[in-house]
Every structure is written in C-alpha cells, then in structure tokens.
C-alpha cells in the first residue's frame, strides 16, 4: 500500500469518486515545512473533475514552524497512478515526513 497525503481537491467526494471510483477512507495528519498558496491549473480534465481552476499548491519553506493540515489515504499503486493522471502538470509527487511521524508522497509544485 501506498500513503498519499492530501490538502486540497482530492479530499472532496465527489472528486474521490472521480478520480478512483470510490470514497476513500483518509487519517488527519499534516506535513512540516510547507505552506499552501492559491494556484490557478490549466488541465481541463482536473478543472472538469474539481468543479474550478483555483486550487492550492504547496510550496516549501524548511521551517517546522509552517505546517499544512490535511489527510493521509491509504491507496494501491495504481490508484497512486490515478491520482497523478489527475494532477495537473504543475505538481510533482515526492515522498515527505508527517508530522505523526510516518511519510508519505504529497504533490508540490513542479
């Protein structure tokens, strides 16, 4: 199994459904050294999916002091494989510490 946290769209039903086919089960947690910014995408197919263009980037800043809050989901490689057909180009997936001490792949900007 693979971890995969989340802060923005890949949270919502309706965009789980989507995307893998199924609500997913998820576990709060958050990331360090990271803070979120607003970020407009350009893949149709992602915008179709979420319902808008805005969504959040995270971008890193080395500082445990900035944290994002958000959910860890427990996924097969090839629903990971889903999630990155989802994502926009402009996010990358790297593996990161939670803050619960565990890791998991987040997307970042690219």
Known sequence: MEQLFSYG????EGVQVAVFGRP???????IVGYRLQSFT?????AITIS????????EPTG???????????????EELGMADAYE????????????SGG??????RA
Do not use: C, M, N
């Open 9 to 12: 769209t890949l949270r919502e």
């Open 24 to 30: 997913l089960d998820s576990t709060p947690d958050a």
């Open 41 to 45: 995408i350009t893949d149709e197919r």
């Open 51 to 58: 319902g808008r263009a805005e969504h959040t980037i995270l």
């Open 63 to 77: 500082r445990d002091s900035d944290q994002v809050e958000g959910v860890v989901f427990h996924l097969t490689s």
């Open 88 to 99: 926009d180009a402009a996010y990358k997936r790297v593996l990161t510490p939670l803050r």
């Open 103 to 108: 890791k998991a792949w987040v997307y970042v």
